[in-house]
């Protein structure tokens, strides 16, 4: 296996399958780029550390929203039979003693839990007249928490039915669509006037009554996919699934957001309003705009499932976060009981899986929180999880100093488009409902594998500005992009930054209209020859070409003793190009064995595309090499890619961490200097399950250059409880960190 320590840090040139750029391009380089220096020995061959940007000013804490200073978050849902045994001194003492800053208190909408007189607000059968709310609410103000009233404004009754048949979602057919697990309930339609009308109704009520911080919608907006209903209303409304519908969606859903946002305030001018987030790359409404209106962002990925199985899962949703909130919290929902599908929702998962999560939220940024169902199952008949959670919290409220964060430290940025994630349906040859779900796993595990700093991007988020930190730009099969999104990468490119591509990116506009070539295809030296081809047998393989050279070109490290390596399985033909570094041997017969060889080996269809102009670098991939690679985990797409990553790069970066072992890392600058944190995901359970143990791992060697004339004060491992000996010289700051078990996280305080 290639280690990537002896990639060459070498320009390819020309003769070795490289297309200058057009000439239009300019050769300035954006200025976050400029500042490098060769690492000294030690840092590793071939691998440039460029310094960290200057450090953002100090912010003025009396001008802080109290939100932004929420460290910890603590839920017992309730049910329905919580108000007949809850001892609310115990509920409040666990999570006070746990140090919570914030609890989520159960109002809900289907069965209200304190004496509503809201109608069709049902008491339930065992509240009995008890303002368990209220109770609660009370408890937790006397002990120095805020209180998030929490409500479900998602489903209701038949009788609430019976009276308003226009607040029902419904099938094609006209009939009523019920929970899938509670036949007795219907799902409410998010464009009726319970939204407008019941919803406001609850929370005035809630306000007239309660001190309370906040208000929180779970269960809406929903997450991940986009409504299906053919009420009165939405029949009006653009098909579900289309750019049109999504753009209606969105706007309903910031128009509930800012009334709902108004009524909060009603009472308490530091008041606000929140809803159900999260999803990842999918979310639900547009996430750029939403993270405009929202106060605080609720990553509702309570654990991991069967479709979504990688133990990055949460990582993965704080690095959306980061992309679309500009410094606005997050806190991401971490269930202590068992999650997916079947599921225990009153018994704890494995410590070690709840831990990670909480590990995952803490290192991508959002605010951990911790959450269990009910208060007969949570404190009576299964205690498992409070321990967990305890430890956490306490030893996360010990270092809070170094889990403010202000900025993410990385010079690759990965643009995710929300709107292809929701809304294309991949290649004809290969429909999955998790087609673009497995791009994005894809790209991930590589970028963990090759232990790269990066963040995501939002499509929506082009902007020079913004882009300027980043040395690269990756689009895994970023298949719609509008023309100004088109123009925003070119405009990135002629600034100095270099991009790689793959399969669809840019082949289908805004509206999900496809283009008669590439919107890119200018940039990017390539042209569309036809349409996607799937594969029937074996994929198409990939051909290297030999360049005049003596030595292997960068790109093809790795690769000795074999003309052929894995294609992908669906490619875009490309009209040929001039001195290509591979080429395509078209897929042919898996079986029988008798057939299976190429009719044509030699093609001058490029397998890969590459320009190259002053600082900039531009990849093109014809394949969906991202997907293929999630699903076979073949050897050869993961170093084609780590190879084309390093050369897009240059092969910089801001922070190289060398040592054994499957880790995902994150670089902050915090209040008081600098966060690295490391997840070890070395486990048998990191793709499917849940962890049991991790192997832990032996020493990490990190290496990162400094700003200016700053000097470091302590280096502390946190998780560890001790201090690390470090060497700064020449503003190279250089320490190992002994032994890695689940999670560290290495402080530098800086001066």
């Known amino acids: 296996m290639l280690n990537r320590r002896s990639f060459l840090k070498t320009s390819l040139t020309a003769g070795a399958g490289v297309i200058p750029l057009t000439s239009r391009l300019s050769e300035t380089t954006p200025s976050s780029f400029v500042e490098s220096a060769h690492a000294e020995d030690g840092a590793g061959a071939g691998v440039e550390i460029i310094s960290l940007p200057q450090r953002l000013p100090p912010i003025d804490q009396h001008n802080v929203p109290w939100q932004q200073k929420i460290r910890r978050v603590g839920q017992t849902n309730f049910t329905e039979y919580d108000p007949a045994v809850m001892n609310v001194e115990e509920w409040a003492d666990y999570w006070h003693s746990a140090q919570a800053d914030l609890v989520f208190v159960s109002v809900t909408g289907i069965l209200a839990f304190y004496p509503s007189k809201v109608k069709f607000h049902r008491h339930g059968k065992f509240l009995r007249n008890r303002d368990l709310f ?80 906040c208000f929180y919608t779970n269960g809406w907006p929903p997450l991940g996919a986009l409504p299906e209903c053919y009420c009165s209303i939405c ?157 956490y919290f306490s030893w996360n409220a010990q270092h809070e100093a170094h889990f403010t964060t202000r900025r993410s430290i990385a010079n690759i940025g990965v643009v995710f488009g929300q709107s292809t994630q929701l809304l294309y349906p991949g290649p004809t040859s290969a429909r999955s409902r998790l087609y673009t779900h497995e791009t994005i796993q894809g790209i991930y595990d590589v970028l963990l594998q090759g232990r790269f700093a990066f963040d995501f991007v939002h499509e929506d988020r082009l902007q020079a500005e913004r882009l300027k930190k980043y040395r690269a730009l990756l689009l895994p099969n970023v298949a719609m992009l509008s023309d100004s999104q088109c123009q925003q990468l070119r405009d990135y490119v002629s600034s100095g930054g270099s991009l790689m591509a793959s399969f669809e990116t840019s082949l289908y506009d805004q509206d999900l209209k496809p283009r008669s070539d590439f919107g890119l295809a200018d940039l990017m030296g390539i042209s569309k020859a036809g349409d996607a081809i799937g594969t029937n047998g074996n994929a198409y393989s990939a051909r290297i070409e030999k360049p005049n050279t003596d030595r292997m070109p960068p790109i093809l490290e790795g690769f000795a003793e074999t003309n052929w390596i894995a294609g992908a399985q669906n490619r875009v033909p490309l009209k040929p190009v001039e001195s290509p570094l591979l080429t395509v041997v078209p897929g042919f017969v898996r079986y029988p064995p008798e057939l299976a060889y190429p009719p044509d080996s030699h093609t001058n269809e490029p397998a890969l595309v590459l320009r190259e102009l002053g600082t900039s670098r531009t990849a093109w991939i014809p394949g969906d090499i ?80 400094l700003p200016g004339q700053m000097k470091v004060k302590a280096v502390e491992l946190l998780k560890a409880g001790q201090g690390a000996s470090f060497v700064l010289q020449n503003q190279l700051l250089q320490f190992t960190i002994p032994s890695l078990k689940n999670y560290e996280v290495a402080a530098i305080t800086v001066e």
């Not at 029949?235 to 108004?262: C, E, M």
């Not at 990925?301 to 909130?325: E, K, P």
């Not at 606005?328 to 225990?344: D, E, I, L, Q, R």
């Not at 499957?662 to 997840?679: D, K, N, P, Q, R």
């Open 134 to 213: 209220g109770e609660c609410t009370a408890a937790a103000k006397k002990r120095g928490m805020r209180v998030v009233a929490r409500m479900s404004p998602d489903l209701n009754w038949g009788d609430a039915l019976e009276a308003h048949p226009e607040w029902a979602m419904r099938y094609q057919d006209g009939s009523v669509q019920h929970s899938g697990e509670e036949p007795r309930l219907f799902k409410t339609c998010m464009f009726s006037t319970y939204m407008d009308d019941y919803v406001p109704a609850i929370m005035r009520e809630v306000n007239s009554l309660y001190d309370v911080d």
């Open 235 to 391: 029949i009006k409304l653009p098909a579900s699934g289309t750019p049109a519908y999504w753009r209606v969606f969105t706007d309903r859903v910031l128009a509930l957001w800012q009334k709902y946002n108004l009524i909060a305030k009603e009472k308490k001018s530091d008041s606000f309003f929140f809803a159900n987030s999260g999803g990842n790359v999918r979310g639900g409404p547009n996430l750029e705009r939403l993270g405009q209106v929202a106060d605080w962002f609720q990553a509702d990925n309570q654990g991991r499932t069967y479709d979504d199985a990688a133990i990055w899962g949460c990582s993965l949703q704080g690095r959306v976060c980061n992309a679309v909130l500009d410094g606005k919290p997050a806190a991401n929902v971490t269930a202590a009981y068992s999650t997916g599908s079947p599921g225990w929702r009153n018994v704890s998962k494995s410590p070690d899986e709840s831990e990670m999560w909480l590990n995952e939220t803490l290192a991508s940024g959002m605010v951990p929180y911790f959450h269990f169902v009910g208060a007969e199952n949570g404190f009576r008949e299964d205690r498992r999880w409070q321990s967990v959670g305890k430890d």
């Open 626 to 705: 991202e997907r293929t690679y999630w699903l076979t985990g073949h050897q050869d797409l993961s170093r084609l890619l780590h190879n084309t990553i390093r050369w897009v790069t240059h092969d910089e970066r801001v922070i190289d961490v060398d040592g054994a072992g499957f880790v995902e890392l994150f670089c902050w600058e915090t209040s008081s200097g600098y966060a690295i944190h490391l997840l070890n995901y070395s486990s048998p359970n990191a793709h499917h399950g849940w962890l049991r143990s991790v192997s832990p791992l032996g020493p990490q060697r990190v290496t990162m250059r």
